[in-house]
């Protein structure tokens, strides 16, 4: 064989060697554009859910607070309206055993007292939250025990 067709065969080799490369990067590369779409997808999907989310909490909370805003004023009127009453049947001479009733359902308003706060701990008393609640005092606990051996 001549020196010049080894050349040409050489040539032709690395080409389709090349060809074959460039086939096989150009699948990886395009593989890895086609996940990442998905992904960038996926993405989108989940922000537009998300955006869906806080418009519907948005709108939650402001039923929500218009609901407490109508039950403060029910309140009130509730409580103004006990007071007015209490004053009328006093004027009328009411037994002060029927205005204390009454007087205790209105709410106290600006009154100072606070609530005792509820404590976690027995009082001593012996209910269920006292330290020895269960615990039995057996004779025999305290009777002397035998030496072991």
């Not at 090349?18 to 096989?24: F, P």
């Not at 955006?51 to 607070?65: C, I, K, N, P, Q």
Request: proline share 5%; net charge negative.
């Amino acid at each position: 064989m001549d020196a010049s067709k080894i050349n040409w065969m050489l040539a032709i080799a690395c080409l389709l060697a090349g060809i074959g490369l460039g086939a096989l990067g150009y699948h990886l590369l395009n593989a890895s554009a086609a996940s990442l779409q998905k992904l960038r997808q996926r993405l989108a999907e989940r922000d537009r859910e998300l955006t869906a989310l806080r418009e519907g909490m948005d709108d939650h909370l402001g039923d929500v607070s218009r609901l407490v805003a109508t039950l403060q004023r029910d309140s009130e009127a509730l409580a103004s309206r006990l007071s007015q009453d209490a004053q009328r049947l006093r004027a009328q001479g009411t037994p002060p055993a029927a205005l204390a009733v009454i007087e205790s359902e209105a709410p106290a308003e600006g009154n100072g007292d606070e609530l005792a706060m509820p404590r976690d701990y027995a009082d001593g008393t012996g209910g269920t939250l006292s330290e020895d609640f269960g615990l039995k005092d057996d004779e025999d606990a305290k009777a002397p025990q035998p030496p072991r051996y």
